[in-house]
């Protein structure tokens, strides 16, 4: 479990897409205090690490990964929002997040407004349901509150510090993203449905 407050930033270093796709990425963590088998969501993915070095850790991501989520754009530079697994004790600052990717949504607009940026997205249409205004979502990783929804489009409000600390400072009209809606989103739809049905 993630919380969707980004640690660090790390940079794809190199890929490997024999069999199933293979990345290095390069970190600020002390990866002698991370372990084999660890999880590490990835731009919100949650993957596994397989190999370590100083400054470094691999990760083996399956082709079924790949195809639900934005992975298959990552390119050796590519800059990537990190964060440790959650562990009992550790403050949760945004909300619960499993690393689970639901989706991928479409960056349609970027507006700067003073010192924030305000980013329009489009949903798929069978997750656009589970956006709600003021409620949560993760985007590559990040926990973000929703401003406004309008069928399968959201916007979402970027201030300084979030643009500074993840890579949602780069963000441009056209990116996919990986998208993870709330998980008491979901469990709510569900009663409802149950109650109607």
Not at 32 to 50: K, Q
Not at 76 to 98: F, Q, T
Not at 135 to 149: D, K, R
Request: proline content about 2%; some cysteine; charged content about 20%.
């Amino acid at each position: 479990m993630f919380t969707g407050i980004i640690t660090d930033i790390g940079t794809v270093t190199a890929l490997d897409k024999a069999g199933d796709l293979r990345a290095r990425i390069a970190t600020g963590y002390d990866t002698d205090r991370i372990e084999i088998g660890a999880s590490i969501a990835s731009d919100g993915v949650c993957l596994t690490v397989v190999a370590l070095g100083p400054g470094w850790y691999e990760v083996q991501i399956s082709a079924e990964t790949v195809s639900k989520t934005n992975l298959d754009t990552w390119a050796v530079g590519r800059r990537v929002n990190l964060e440790r697994a959650l562990r009992v004790g550790d403050e949760l600052g945004g909300h619960i997040v499993s690393g689970h990717v639901d989706g991928v949504a479409e960056v349609i607009a970027v507006t700067d407004e003073g010192d924030s940026t305000r980013v329009r997205l489009r949903a798929p249409h069978a997750l656009a349901r589970f956006i709600a205004p003021k409620g949560s979502v993760a985007l590559n990783g990040t926990s973000l509150t929703v401003n406004e929804v309008d069928g399968c489009v959201f916007g979402i409000n970027f201030i300084p510090h979030t643009k500074a600390v993840t890579t949602w400072g780069d963000v441009k009209v056209g990116d996919r993203v990986n998208l993870e809606i709330d998980t008491l989103a979901r469990y709510v739809a569900r009663l409802a449905e149950a109650g109607a049905g």
